[in-house]
């Protein structure tokens, strides 16, 4: 978290910045009768850092929403605490690393398991994480981040001096939604964000043997056509 920190002759940074306020308007859009959201953290560095930041953060939405956090709970005690949950909770998924007993989980595998035992819809900022049950948001794009570093490396690397290198910071992007969550949660899709983007779509039958259709029809008629020339 680099805030004002001041960066040296030998150094650049290419940076971004999490909006979790942001997310919560998100599921407030797509879930207006949310009234309490259960915060995933892990107990490690990254847990720590971000708990007293969500405080501060989420403070407009006193009195309008209640937040839970995970810090002191085992990866157990979250699954079992989020597959009971009461009506019209959400959760949002900040990162995991290690839990109350110092136990290291990756976050697909975290993920998982929320997904298989939560009784609420899973939000999350992260692009890294969309596609493994989360329903959606706004959230950063990683390969945007990714291509960023790239072209600031390269930049140093033909000589370039890292001070001279000012990367805008990068925020959350076009809100992406992932469509099995949404049927999953009964999100009509009229209730997103205005720009969101959803993917995961099922394909229709239509659009999966139409080719098949048009077959059957098309080619009768030519050989029809053919025998009556």
């Known amino acids: 978290f680099l805030g004002d920190a001041p960066l040296n002759e030998n150094e650049t940074a290419v940076s971004s910045f999490n909006d979790y306020p942001r997310l919560v308007d998100d599921i407030l859009q797509v879930l207006p009768e949310t009234r309490q959201v259960f915060v995933?953290?892990?107990?490690?560095?990254?847990?720590?850092?971000?708990?007293p930041q969500l405080v501060k953060e989420f403070k407009r939405f006193e009195g309008r929403l209640t937040f839970i956090r995970s810090s002191d709970l085992t990866v157990p005690e979250i699954l079992l605490r989020c597959a009971s949950l009461p009506r019209h909770s959400a959760i949002i998924y900040?990162?995991?690393?290690?839990?109350?007993?110092?136990?290291?989980?990756?976050?697909?595998?975290?993920?998982?398991?929320?997904?298989?035992?939560?009784?609420?819809?899973i939000f999350a900022a992260q692009s890294t994480v969309f596609g493994h049950g989360i329903v959606g948001g706004s959230m950063i794009q990683i390969d945007e981040l990714s291509r960023n570093t790239v072209d600031a490396a390269i930049r140093i690397l033909n000589g370039e001096s890292p001070n001279r290198i000012k990367v805008p910071a990068l925020?959350?992007?076009?809100?992406?939604?992932?469509?099995?969550?949404?049927?999953?949660?009964?999100?009509?899709?009229?209730?997103?964000?205005?720009?969101?983007?959803?993917?995961?779509?099922?394909?229709?039958?239509?659009?999966?043997?139409?080719?098949?259709?048009?077959?059957?029809?098309v080619g009768p008629t030519l050989l029809s056509r053919t025998g009556a020339m």
Not at 98 to 118: F, I, K, M, N
Not at 182 to 193: A, H, Y
């Open 171 to 217: 925020g959350p992007g076009t809100p992406l939604f992932d469509w099995r969550e949404l049927q999953r949660w009964g999100i009509p899709e009229s209730r997103l964000p205005q720009g969101s983007v959803v993917l995961f779509r099922s394909p229709t039958l239509w659009s999966e043997y139409k080719f098949t259709v048009l077959a059957a029809i």
């Open 94 to 121: 900040i990162t995991m690393g290690s839990d109350a007993q110092g136990g290291a989980y990756p976050d697909e595998q975290v993920l998982g398991s929320l997904r298989a035992t939560a009784n609420a819809p």
């Open 40 to 51: 995933v953290t892990g107990s490690g560095p990254i847990g720590q850092f971000w708990n």
